[in-house]
C-alpha cells in the first residue's frame, strides 16, 4: 500500500502545475486525500494542507489562499488524485505530498492521514 506522486520538477512563473497521486496496492474508496507541501527549511511538521479530496461525494476544501489557483479531483476509478495549480510563483516552491486516511478530510492536522507517499520537488523559477 503506498501513494506515488508524479508530475514535479522545474517549472516556470506564471504557469500551471499538474500533480498526480496514484494509489498502488489500494484504491482511494473511502479514503480523502489531501496534498500538502512543505517548503524549503520547514520540517515535516509544517506541511502545509494544500487541498483535500473526498473520494466518497468529491467534496473538496482548498487553502483559502490558494483558492482560485488550485483544484483537485479524483479519476472515477477511484485511482488517482489530481492536483492542479496555475499561476505560479516562487513562494510556490516546495516538495508537494499527497496523504490519505478514512476518518477525517483536513488540511490543517497533518495526524489523520495514515498514508503518505514520497513527496515530488516543485521548483518554480522566476
Known amino acids: 500500500v503506498q501513494l506515488v506522486e508524479s508530475g514535479g520538477g522545474l517549472q516556470q512563473a506564471g504557469g500551471t502545475l499538474r500533480l498526480s497521486c496514484a494509489a498502488s496496492?489500494?484504491?482511494?474508496?473511502?479514503?480523502?486525500i489531501g496534498w500538502f507541501r512543505q517548503a524549503p527549511g520547514q520540517e515535516p511538521y509544517e506541511r502545509v494542507g494544500?487541498?483535500?479530496?473526498?473520494?466518497?461525494?468529491?467534496?473538496?476544501h482548498v487553502l483559502d489562499d490558494l483558492k482560485g489557483r488550485v483544484t483537485i479531483s479524483i479519476d472515477s476509478a477511484k485511482t488517482t488524485v489530481v492536483l492542479e495549480m496555475n499561476s505560479l510563483k516562487p513562494e510556490d516552491t516546495a516538495v508537494y505530498y499527497c496523504a490519505a486516511d478514512r476518518a477525517t478530510m483536513t488540511l490543517y492536522f497533518l495526524a489523520p492521514y495514515d498514508i503518505w507517499g514520497q513527496g515530488t520537488q516543485v521548483t518554480v523559477s522566476s
Open positions: 496496492g489500494f484504491t482511494f474508496e473511502d479514503y480523502d
Open positions: 494544500v487541498a483535500c479530496i473526498s473520494s466518497d461525494d468529491g467534496e473538496t
